[in-house]
């Protein structure tokens, strides 16, 4: 099948830092930026962090997606999901996309490419570009979630500091309203007074452009699922634990920007998985029942990575959905969705074409096309 793979690359060898002139340049930003975190106050350096392109995936994600469609026997054509694609799309007709673009402008970035597939009446793997977009925008996504009753931390949305006076509970987690990746979300994202709430608001004013997602904070265990196929089909896979005792002494239990990027290295990997989750059945049978349900009622296709966590009271909770899953190749980096499909039994290349499976699938029989 003529297969065209749709994707954001990052830019290879660029400082993780902003360019300007006060500004810290690295030659090696993650092992020097971790000198620099250990070296300074924790919550003063975000202002100089440039992650734009933090969503992206590495040109070895790319090749290794590439191959592993060429290995279930497709032809394949790379197309990037910049302002050209939609021309590129036009004149090469693939039979389907597979769809990784995760888009640089707007709210909307993730829909970008799906869009332009949906006008041109091309198929592609994962959401509709309507989910896509709900899923980006997390309080569109958890008022959806609250409306069929699927737990998830209770929230409310501001960019304006007189809002943070009223009486608030915490601790309260806060972050970007539409980012992934963790962008956004420090160690210092955990508050617990109004003080440092209004200095979160102002610093995802400033960083990001942006309005605060302010939720209560969940302060129990993290899981990660991965989820594969459509309607009665749909697979969870192994549960991934995040375990939180790895998130260096001193720093909040969360999977926060700096423990994702900057403490979790190849050099110098964290212990932050375990899959599956060691709980017990009852508590790993509401965790698949609630993503599950999560996946019938955001109308997700062919795959996604789901994130919970757990209340005070031990209830899972959805943390966020992720339409787009990260998926780096080399078992020696951290990434969920592919460690989740090897405990199932999938290296690489067949979980790759098992979700290009579904979606043919889906496609075939006509659901949600
Ligand atoms: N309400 C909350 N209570 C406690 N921790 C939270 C809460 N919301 C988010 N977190 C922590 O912050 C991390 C990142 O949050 P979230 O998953 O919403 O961000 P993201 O940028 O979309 O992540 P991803 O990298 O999965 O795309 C979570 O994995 C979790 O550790
Ligand atoms: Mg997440």
Redesign the pocket.
């Not at 939720?215 to 302060?219: A, G, I, K, T, V």
């Not at 239990?253 to 926060?256: A, E, G, L, P, V």
């Given at each position: 099948m003529r297969i065209a793979l749709a994707f954001n690359i990052k830019k290879e060898n660029e400082s993780i830092l902003s360019d300007s002139e006060d500004s810290i340049k690295y030659s090696s930003p993650k092992t020097d930026f971790r000198k620099y975190l250990s070296e300074n106050l924790i919550n003063n350096y975000p202002e100089r962090l440039d992650d734009t392109y933090a969503?992206w995936d590495s040109e070895e994600t790319i090749t290794a997606v590439k191959s592993a469609l060429e290995a279930g026997g497709h032809d394949v054509t790379l197309v990037e999901g910049d302002s050209d694609a939609y021309e590129k799309f036009k004149m090469i007709r693939p039979e389907f996309v597979f769809n990784v673009a995760e888009g640089l402008n707007g709210l909307s970035r993730e829909s970008q490419i799906p869009s332009m597939l949906e006008m041109l009446n091309i198929p592609f793997t994962g959401s509709d570009s309507v989910t896509n977009g709900i899923c980006h925008d997390?309080s569109r996504c958890k008022e959806i979630l609250s409306y069929y009753n699927i737990p998830n931390?209770k929230f409310f949305i501001t960019d304006a500091i007189h809002k943070t006076e009223k009486d608030l509970s915490f601790p309260k987690?806060i972050?970007p309203l539409h980012?992934?990746?963790?962008?956004?979300?420090f160690n210092s994202?955990?508050v617990r007074n109004c003080a440092d709430l209004r200095n979160e608001i102002l610093r995802i004013k400033d960083c990001y452009d942006q309005p605060s997602l302010v939720?209560?904070?969940?302060?129990g265990k993290?899981f990660?699922v991965a989820m594969l196929g459509n309607g009665d089909d749909v697979k969870v896979m192994p549960i991934v634990e995040?375990n939180l005792d790895a998130v260096p002494e001193g720093f909040n239990?969360?999977?926060?920007y700096e423990v994702?990027w900057f403490f979790d290295t190849r050099e110098s990997k964290l212990d932050i998985f375990r899959c599956p989750a060691e709980i017990d059945e009852k508590l790993y049978n509401r965790i698949e029942l609630i993503c599950k349900a999560a996946f019938k009622v955001l109308r997700l296709r062919d795959w996604a990575?789901i994130?919970v966590?757990l209340d005070s009271e031990g209830n899972p909770?959805i943390?966020?959905i992720?339409p787009l899953p990260?998926i780096l190749p080399d078992p020696a980096d951290n990434s969920c969705y592919p460690k989740a499909a090897r405990e199932a039994g999938m290296d690489y290349d067949t979980m790759i074409n098992a979700v290009l499976g579904a979606a043919l699938k889906r496609n075939r029989n006509g659901f949600h096309k």
């Open positions: 969503e997390k931390a987690f972050k980012e992934g990746s963790s962008k956004g979300i994202s955990v939720e209560d904070f969940l302060e993290e990660t995040i239990k969360i999977y926060s994702k990575r994130d966590r909770n943390v966020e992720n990260g």
